[in-house]
């Protein structure tokens, strides 16, 4: 079993960059495909938790059914939301990366950096043209 698991979607950008920077570790990662395979309650319960973050700040809005759900409502409890992402995994922003180092929300994907238990192999440059991680390992960003 891999000490490393990704929240993973392979259609996003940012994805993609912190699955490409995880194996730049010589890394491979167990990659759950959260679309097909949602975490259960407990699961994400855990996640958020672990990376210190507000259930709120792990919702994803842009390309979801946030606005048409009325998630944007303060007054829309923790448990609300959870039930939402549970509903509709969309939700769920990405990637959540978990390691012996923390859990974190990815977002940029160079926050992977922080949290990897082995250092970069060598150069990296993210899809849009960033580099991030010089051939020494290095990181630039």
Same mark, same amino acid.
């Given at each position: ?9 392979? @259609? ?7 699955? @490409? %920077? &995880?194996?730049?570790?010589? &890394?491979?990662?167990?990659? =759950? ?11 994400? #319960? ?11 700040? =792990? ?11 009325? #998630? ?12 939402? %992402? ?10 959540? =990366? ?6 974190? #929300?990815?977002?940029?994907?160079? #926050? =992977? ?27 630039? &960003?």
């Amino acid at each position: 079993m891999s000490q490393v698991t990704i929240y993973h979607n392979p @259609a996003c950008g940012t994805s993609r960059n912190t699955l @490409a %920077m &995880i194996r730049n570790a010589g &890394i491979e990662p167990e990659v =759950v495909l959260y679309l097909q395979t949602p975490p259960s309650r407990d699961t994400l #319960l855990a996640l958020i938790r672990d990376s210190g973050l507000a259930v709120r700040d =792990v919702i994803r809005q842009k390309g979801t059914p946030y606005e048409e759900l009325g #998630l944007a409502d303060p007054a829309v409890s923790d448990d609300a939301l959870i039930d939402a %992402m549970l509903a509709h995994p969309i939700l769920i922003n990405r990637p959540i =990366v978990v390691t012996p180092l923390g859990t974190r #929300l990815c977002r940029p994907s160079e #926050l =992977v950096l922080d949290i990897l238990p082995q250092p970069q192999q060598g150069a990296f440059t993210k899809e849009d043209g960033e580099a991030v991680v010089d051939a020494q390992g290095r990181r630039l &960003i």
